[in-house]
């Protein structure tokens, strides 16, 4: 029984959501409680409970979270120093000199995790070939450890130029900071990208270690509690790539991480268009506190070898393999409020503690949970299966004392605008993964999740120009779910220089060759034995002369052909797409090579469920509320619970239909289908 079971858990800002795998049975089982900031193990022991599982049965346990994320974006990480080459203590905080809006007179850059006084330089110096030109001094690192002892420091970041080329003198200095002072966390660039770039490198290993000794702590007391507990299987968490990796190797390389949660979300999003025959979807989840969009492309999840936290103006960037989600600080939980004589929405959150108004857990400010709640659109009985009682009173005091008494509007249309601008805003998250990387957004079909996402669905669709949404199956713990499809998976990428037409094919094996035996090793390290081993390969080209590049994914059978002209179409079609345009008279050259090595696991069963007519059952339909539509007003609404609802069923808004996480909203006009797996099709009406 032990190696049939699999667990997942994905901690958010509001909820932890649990969903269990019997691989003997190919039952699925849901659970979902509110986080618990303090210990947050006790929100995944509440949320196992809810499914009724004992840790002890568990074979592969799954994990995603946020911490990562919300530890630079808090800016409560470790104390952290720099070490880095001499001469070059300062190019982490000039960066790229980037000014995205030249007339924007509040413009301010991005603010580095360490601070000057805490970059130290060493002279040392690997030449661009790998060539050393000035030997690393062991005395002169040890000297700098001891003083960073005396500091105060808990990590340390080392960077050193070219060691991408050449990384012996990061391990030197790492392993013997590590051996003079255990308790530092260490970390040293070459481990996390083997890309040029010193800035960007210098961003993503100073990143890693400021996070590092809190995640690997985290990490450490989910395990113990685990093995206390009885668990004697596998620990993996989700990658920032929606892949899995072990829970040791994440305490050490914890910046993979950064997005676990929703890229889980997005790897649910694929299996789903798999099974219904899609090419093209938006994976829309939006919970407590956030809301995220991803992209799946010709059946595939779109991914990125770097990111920008914090937003394009004054972000830090990452460079690292991860999905490519886009995301925005309005989910269920964010505080509506007026400022300067304004309505904003977000992006604070008032999270699981205090919660919304509505919770009665002390919250006093309104939320979006509480205006769905004032406009009929939640059922105060009926929130978590009626598990969690809602108060309606608290959410109107909330809103009009916060927000209706100081715009001299009633509870009604205060709470309407709420909505309309979280709308707007959470537009904005779909436009960053479409229309801003040259996709039409109107080719696409929304995939809506998360506990807030199916609320919201039609709304945001219909102020994008979407035609078609779908509501998986549990959606309120979709990204939980969407790990049950996640494989053992390791990004690797070097960088190397050549033209393409100089280019070659026998080196080009051979470094993919090291690079995927590099995966393989890494995947027979962990405990688990997947079915089969899958690889996949991309080269960052860009035309002569250019100084950025682009990723193109690249078929195997073009490296079987050594197929140059294939290879150049591939790169010309990826560059249009992006850009709007391609030069296929122009020469090009390779940057870096990249692979990704997976461990293919068993995936649960994708099951139809029941048939029946157009019209629902008797047992389907649950009464009549009064719903607040945006120029129609409150009208009676029928209501349905979507456990008794069959495929092809049809219902046309408005409706409401609810379940024990989730409820989607219909508004006059869409046409909903149950689809022969259980998911709603919506038909999206347009605006009278």
């Given at each position: 029984m032990s190696d049939q079971l699999r667990l997942s858990a994905d901690i958010g800002g509001t909820f932890t959501d649990v969903s269990v795998f019997d691989e003997a049975t190919g039952k699925l089982k849901f659970g979902k409680a509110l986080s618990t900031p303090q210990r947050l193990v006790e929100g995944i022991n509440n949320g196992v409970a809810k499914t009724e599982t004992d840790y002890k049965n568990v074979g592969l346990f799954l994990h995603g979270s946020t911490i990562a994320i919300n530890t630079i974006l808090e800016r409560k990480g470790a104390k952290t120093a720099l070490i880095i080459t001499k001469g070059f203590r300062d190019i982490y905080?000039?960066?790229?000199?980037?000014?995205?809006?030249?007339?924007?007179l509040f413009f301010q850059k991005h603010e580095p995790l360490v601070e000057r006084a805490l970059r130290f330089e060493i002279n040392e110096r690997v030449l661009a070939d790998g060539e050393v030109e000035k030997p690393l001094d062991d005395n002169e690192v040890a000297a700098l450890?001891?003083?960073l002892k005396d500091l105060g420091m808990e990590a340390v970041a080392i960077l050193f130029l070219h060691c991408y080329r050449n990384n012996d003198h990061e391990k030197r200095a790492k392993a013997l900071i590590e051996k003079r002072h255990p308790g530092f966390f260490v970390s040293a660039s070459h481990e996390l990208s083997q890309e040029y770039r010193e800035f960007e490198?210098?961003?993503?290993?100073?990143?890693?270690?400021?996070?590092?000794?809190k995640v690997d702590r985290y990490i450490g007391e989910i395990d113990e509690h685990l093995r206390k507990s009885g668990f004697k299987g596998s620990f993996l968490i989700v990658q920032s790539t929606g892949g899995l990796y072990a829970a040791e190797q994440a305490r050490t390389y914890c910046i993979r991480m950064l997005e676990s949660g929703p890229a889980a979300g997005v790897i649910g999003t694929r299996t789903l268009c798999q099974t219904l025959g899609l090419k093209n979807a938006i994976a829309f989840d939006m919970g407590g506190t956030t809301a995220k969009a991803g992209v799946i492309h010709d059946g595939e999840p779109l991914t990125t070898g770097s990111a920008l936290l914090g937003g394009y103006e004054k972000a830090l960037p990452v460079q690292i393999a991860m999905m490519d989600i886009f995301e925005v600080?309005?989910?269920?939980?964010?505080?509506?409020?007026?400022?300067?004589?304004?309505?904003?929405v977000g992006p604070q959150s008032a999270g699981a503690s205090p919660g919304p108004a509505c919770y009665g857990l002390g919250g006093t400010q309104p939320t979006i949970t509480d205006v769905n709640l004032v406009l009929g659109r939640l059922g105060a009985d009926r929130f978590l299966g009626g598990e969690m009682k809602l108060d309606v009173e608290a959410a109107k005091k909330a809103l009009k004392v916060h927000v209706g008494d100081k715009l001299g509007m009633d509870t009604t249309t205060a709470a309407d605008g709420i909505l309309r601008i979280a709308a707007t805003a959470m537009s904005y998250a779909v436009k960053g993964v479409t229309t801003e990387r040259g996709l039409d957004v109107g080719d696409y079909v929304l995939v809506a999740y998360g506990g807030a996402g199916p609320l919201h669905a039609v709304e945001v669709a219909r102020e994008l120009g979407m035609r078609k949404v779908i509501i998986p199956t549990a959606p309120g713990v979709f990204s939980a779910y969407g790990m049950l499809f996640s494989d053992l998976r390791y990004d690797y990428v070097r960088t190397w220089f050549t033209r393409l037409d100089e280019a070659s094919f026998e080196k080009i094996e051979g470094v993919y060759k090291e690079l995927e035996g590099e995966g393989r090793e890494a995947i027979a390290a962990t405990a688990v034995k997947p079915d089969q081993i899958e690889t996949k390969r991309a080269v960052d080209m860009r035309y002569v002369g250019q100084e950025h590049a682009v990723t193109v994914d690249v078929p195997m059978e073009v490296f079987q052909k050594q197929d140059r002209a294939a290879m150049k179409k591939h790169f010309d079609a990826q560059h249009e797409q992006r850009y709007?345009?391609?030069a296929p008279e122009e020469r090009a050259e390779i940057v870096s090579l990249r692979t990704a090595v997976s461990g293919i696991m068993r995936k649960p069963p994708q099951e139809k469920i029941a048939a029946g007519g157009p019209e629902p059952v008797k047992e389907a339909f649950t009464g009549k509320r009064p719903v607040y539509y945006d120029g129609v007003g409150f009208t009676d609404t029928p209501t349905y619970a979507r456990a008794h609802l069959v495929a092809g069923n049809k219902i046309t808004g408005p409706a409401l239909i609810e379940e024990h996480a989730s409820t989607t909203v219909l508004s006059p006009g869409d046409l909903l289908t149950v689809n022969a797996y259980g998911h709603l099709e919506i038909a999206v009406a347009g605006r009278k």
């Open positions: 905080e000039i960066g790229r000199i980037n000014r995205p809006d030249s007339y924007n450890s001891d003083k490198r210098c961003s993503t290993v100073v990143a890693n270690a400021y996070i590092g000794p600080g309005t989910g269920g939980g964010s505080l509506a409020r007026v400022e300067e004589g304004m309505l904003r709007g345009t391609c």
